[in-house]
């Protein structure tokens, strides 16, 4: 089961003249929205899906919400280090999640570009870099000038000894959490899955910058 989903193409023209190099920036501390992917899946393959994101800094817990099959939904407590996969027929596991919950552009990522989305009169968008060692990929993420809300990520590089890439488009945020119960988690806890320790629930990063 993989978090994958089609990805819109859009036209995307680099700002001329002098580039600004803007300080990192903090995202929304509470956000929703939809998050599109697609992801490489096995030799020439590819997977998709669209997810309803649920982003809470203040209380560091994050969930996925499968909006097409409604097959699973994730939750990821970062006060436990402890990511939930929880089924349509109510059945779930746990796994530990490898990196805490980044709630700004970290410190050592590298500026890109400033970008406009759409053109003259377009958003201005700013483009973040970061190599990660283990797996050797390289992470983008574009978020906006103002407000350092999310826009979409990339991740390229080498998984398991493969060519990996994936792409995530977010879109439709808003700045509040529709409904608080998205973060429940069955009780009593749920049974752990070794296996899927450090990874986030299909064996691959789902948004470095998220900290997944």
Same mark, same amino acid.
């Given at each position: 089961?993989?978090?994958?989903?089609?990805?819109?193409?859009?036209?995307?023209?680099?700002?001329?003249? $002098?580039?600004?190099?803007?300080?990192?920036?903090? @995202?929304?501390?509470? &956000?929703?929205?939809?998050?599109?992917?697609? $992801?490489?899946?096995?030799?020439?393959?590819?997977?998709?899906?669209?997810?309803?994101?649920?982003?809470?800094?203040?209380?560091?817990?994050?969930?996925?919400?499968?909006?097409?099959?409604?097959?699973?939904?994730?939750?990821?407590?970062?006060?436990?280090?402890?990511?939930?996969?929880?089924?349509?027929?109510?059945?779930?596991?746990?796994?530990?999640?490898?990196? /805490?919950?980044?709630?700004?552009?970290?410190?050592?990522?590298? @500026?890109?570009?400033?970008?406009?989305?759409?053109?003259?009169?377009?958003?201005?968008?700013?483009? &973040?870099?970061?190599?990660?060692?283990?797996?050797?990929?390289?992470?983008? *993420?574009?978020?906006?000038?103002?407000?350092?809300? @999310?826009?979409?990520?990339?991740?390229?590089?080498?998984?398991?000894?493969? %060519?990996?890439? $994936?792409?995530?488009?977010?879109?439709?945020?808003?700045?509040?959490?529709?409904?608080?119960? *998205?973060? /429940?988690?069955?009780? %009593? %806890?749920? %049974?752990?899955?070794?296996?899927?320790?450090?990874?986030?629930?299909?064996?691959?990063?789902?948004? @470095?910058?998220?900290?997944?």
């Amino acid at each position: 089961m993989r978090i994958f989903t089609a990805i819109t193409a859009v036209l995307v023209v680099t700002c001329s003249g $002098q580039v600004d190099v803007p300080t990192p920036c903090c @995202f929304p501390k509470i &956000w929703e929205g939809m998050m599109a992917t697609i $992801q490489t899946n096995g030799a020439m393959g590819y997977t998709t899906s669209m997810m309803k994101a649920s982003y809470d800094s203040s209380v560091k817990k994050f969930a996925l919400q499968e909006v097409i099959t409604k097959k699973f939904r994730v939750v990821v407590d970062y006060n436990k280090m402890t990511q939930y996969v929880i089924t349509s027929d109510g059945k779930c596991t746990t796994s530990k999640v490898p990196t /805490d919950m980044l709630a700004c552009i970290p410190d050592n990522a590298t @500026f890109v570009d400033t970008v406009i989305y759409g053109g003259p009169g377009g958003l201005n968008l700013d483009k &973040w870099g970061v190599k990660v060692p283990d797996p050797p990929v390289d992470a983008y *993420v574009t978020v906006t000038r103002d407000g350092c809300v @999310f826009v979409s990520e990339a991740i390229v590089g080498t998984v398991n000894g493969a %060519p990996y890439f $994936q792409a995530i488009e977010f879109s439709n945020i808003t700045y509040a959490i529709k409904d608080p119960s *998205v973060f /429940d988690v069955p009780s %009593p %806890p749920c %049974p752990s899955n070794p296996e899927n320790d450090a990874n986030m629930v299909t064996g691959n990063t789902a948004s @470095f910058f998220m900290g997944l």
